[in-house]
């Protein structure tokens, strides 16, 4: 007997999020900055080189019938903004230095940047997707803990010299589940500017 279509159950969600790479060199330069952190933290979670990127916006499960539209959107919002340079700034931490549960390595946001493209996927993708309420604060997570730790006085810079590197495209990924840590497959990149 066949069934309606709209009485199926729903395709399984793909974990997606929007994000911005930020070159390996420079990744591998922040790694070794935190070097003497890992000594002190030996039982933080650190995030592999390999999947630290900026995260503009985070979507989570997302109905496969909903992805190319959100294509779409990411686009649409990539097209609307121009290339820029950024640079990695210091170290922070949330919520705070005292009770930390996430190390970061912020990014300088030149303009806002960052936080003007944040902004633009948040309005895009309205419609299905809440928009972030936090104040936003471009970052690389370096490290987690459980429990919150005392990370005591952080660096105000991580002595990279401000290297600047190029700021042109979206990334839309798909995040695998795994352990020790996620896979990210990339979806689809969206250049800035039209």
């Known amino acids: 007997m066949a069934r309606d279509r709209a009485s199926r159950p729903e395709a399984k969600p793909l974990r ?25 933290f030996p039982r933080a979670r650190w995030v592999p080189t390999a999947n630290q990127h900026l995260t503009l916006k985070f979507l989570g499960g997302t109905y496969p019938r909903l992805v190319e539209w ?18 990695v700034g210091g170290l922070g931490a949330f919520p705070n230095g005292r009770r930390a549960r996430v ?26 997707f809440d ?3 936090r104040p ?3 970052h690389l997570t370096v490290a987690r803990f459980d429990p919150t730790v005392d990370v005591g006085d952080l ?7 401000r ?14 589940l795994r352990r020790p840590a996620p896979v990210y497959e990339v979806l689809e990149t969206f250049p800035l500017g039209p």
Not at 155 to 161: E, I, R, T
């Open 136 to 138: 936003f604060t471009p």
């Open 103 to 128: 190390l970061w390595a912020g990014l300088d946001d030149p303009g806002s940047r960052f936080g003007r493209l944040a902004a633009g996927l948040d309005d895009a993708l309205a419609r299905e």
């Open 131 to 133: 928009p972030e309420k």
């Open 16 to 40: 997606l999020f929007v994000a911005v790479d930020v070159p390996e060199p420079i990744l591998e330069a922040v790694r070794d900055a935190v070097q003497p952190l890992r000594e002190r």
């Open 163 to 176: 290297e600047r590197f190029s700021v042109d495209r979206l990334v839309l990924y798909r995040s695998h």
């Open 70 to 87: 959100v294509t779409t959107s990411v686009r649409a919002v990539a097209a609307a903004h121009e290339p820029f340079e950024a640079a």
């Open 155 to 161: 660096p105000g810079a991580l002595g990279l010299g």
